[in-house]
């Protein structure tokens, strides 16, 4: 439910039938270079992080193009994980809660511009705050969760008017519409709209109005309970410690911001409905995909339960997940008609987010088959500076000369002491200023380092610079 909100790197930074949807979901044999390079992909980040598991899922030309599960589902005994395992998504559930607001909108029931005390009068200023302000984290109601731990408080059951009562009812934390700060109370107030609004429990009305017309049969309400023992185990770790199994957050913590569970393979379904504008009408899926303005006129780069930006020169819509246990990442770049679902049973890392950039990365490069081998050449190179040395036929003039006898010092002695790389893995990769920039995430047992790389048409590398990530 805490937001493991993914970030892609700064400076990079037709519609169908649901039935047609579903029939499209049928994913590829694992022997294909894009399910090759996904396999490399998450084995490099799991055997670097030690994260127990992950599940994948990739969308490309808007189906459902490769689906894998990798790991431990379990430690004590052993269980592999599979497709078929549903994991919590934590947050990535807010854009569900936001979608059951649209739809209430497109059935006249609501306006995302109601003040709040139409539904809910006896919070903070509810008559200043609207539903809208809620569902983009600019009310200014202070978040009940901000931690990546479970307070003991909240192993104790509650209920939604608990939450309200506990942390709706203090004075805002800024003037409403005038900042941006991630709040979990806001989807707890959203979901008990949908309730009050629609006369049915807040799943109930997704089953009915979103879940079931998607065919997303796996998902289940983690509220209620741990996922069954043929589901994965959610584990912690203390520091660098052993993995241990998370505690599970008490009844009615979860709810409508972050109470979902399902596999991967499901929440494709919901991204290719994205993508295709095919379960809200296009004014509702406008709504719910545009940047939020603070009354300054700042962007906040948030829709409502979604973030939204650009990856390079492609629009993402993304968000990222939490709950004890496990941690989750969507990336959706709906003009492309693709999508990243990374899914993990262990909190407070960010190995989906590793994940879904290196698979992002690569997605819109499948057909580079030159990839593997400048990895290899960028990894020999760093290599080569650990030891002081460097081979100056790969690289133009301006960057021998950046390399002076200075700067190879120092990249050997900043360098050298970190040893071999565990993993050195390509994140991204676009055009710029006529070059190809790759960025690649270099792990080691206790740090990650990032390079990244300027080539241009003749294969010589105009930069090769190595930053902490």
């Known amino acids: 439910m805490r937001a493991s909100v993914i970030w892609v790197l700064a400076t990079l930074v037709l519609t169908k039938s649901v039935r047609s949807q579903q029939a499209d979901a049928r994913p590829l044999p694992v022997q294909t270079p894009l399910g090759t390079r996904v396999d490399s992909i998450v084995r490099q980040v799991l055997q670097s992080t030690g994260v127990p598991s992950a599940s ?150 997704l089953r009915t109005r979103i879940l079931a017309p998607l065919g997303m049969q796996s998902v289940v309400n983690i509220d209620l309970g741990r996922l069954p023992q043929s589901d994965p185990t959610g584990y912690m770790q203390y520091a660098l410690g052993p993995l241990r199994p998370a505690p599970k957050e008490g009844k009615g913590w979860l709810f409508a911001a ?37 009354k300054s006129g700042a962007g906040t780069g948030y829709g409502l339960g979604v973030n939204v930006g650009m990856d390079g020169e492609r629009r993402l819509i993304s968000h990222g997940g939490e709950v004890s246990g496990f941690t989750a990442t969507n990336l959706v770049y709906p003009d492309d008609h693709a999508a990243v679902i990374v899914l993990v049973n262990q909190d407070a890392v960010n190995a989906t987010g590793i994940i879904a950039r290196g698979v992002g990365g690569v997605l819109f490069t499948s057909e580079d088959a030159n990839t593997s081998s400048r990895t290899d050449r960028a990894r020999a190179i760093f290599e080569g500076l650990q030891h002081g040395t460097i081979d100056r036929s790969l690289f133009t003039a301006n960057a021998n000369a950046y390399f002076s006898g200075q700067a190879v010092a120092d990249f050997a002695a900043s360098l050298g002491p970190l040893g071999a790389p565990q993993a050195f893995l390509q994140v991204a990769q676009q055009l710029r200023g006529g070059m190809v920039l790759r960025v690649y995430r270099v792990t080691f047992a206790e740090r990650s380092l990032r390079v990244w790389t300027f080539e241009l048409p003749d294969a010589k590398l105009e930069q090769y610079q190595v930053a902490s990530n």
């Not at 649209?102 to 008559?127: E, W, Y």
């Not at 809208?132 to 600019?138: A, D, P, Y």
């Not at 399902?262 to 995909?289: C, V």
């Open 56 to 205: 994948v899922a990739v969308v490309q030309d808007g189906r459902l193009a490769y689906t894998q599960a990798y790991g431990a589902a379990q430690l004590a005994p052993m269980v592999p994980a599979r497709p078929d395992m549903r994991y919590s998504i934590g947050s990535i559930s807010k854009q569900f809660a936001a979608a059951a607001i649209l739809l209430l909108q497109q059935d006249g029931k609501l306006s995302l511009d109601d003040p709040v005390s139409r539904f809910l009068p006896d919070v903070t200023r509810a008559r200043e705050v609207t539903i809208r302000q809620l569902l983009s984290h600019t009310s200014g109601y202070q978040d009940y969760w901000p931690q990546d731990y479970v307070p003991p408080f909240m192993l104790d059951s509650i209920g939604a008017a608990g939450i309200l009562n506990g942390w709706a009812k203090k004075p805002l934390d800024f003037e409403p519409g005038t900042q941006w700060q991630y709040s979990n109370t806001n989807y707890v107030m959203a979901g008990l709209i949908v309730e009050r609004v629609s006369g049915m429990p807040f799943v109930e009305f």
């Open 258 to 294: 972050g109470e979902l569970a399902m596999t991967a393979a499901d929440l494709a379904k919901w991204d290719i409905a994205l993508m295709n504008r095919s379960l809200l009408t296009p004014a509702s899926y406008q709504e719910l995909e545009t940047e939020t303005l603070l």
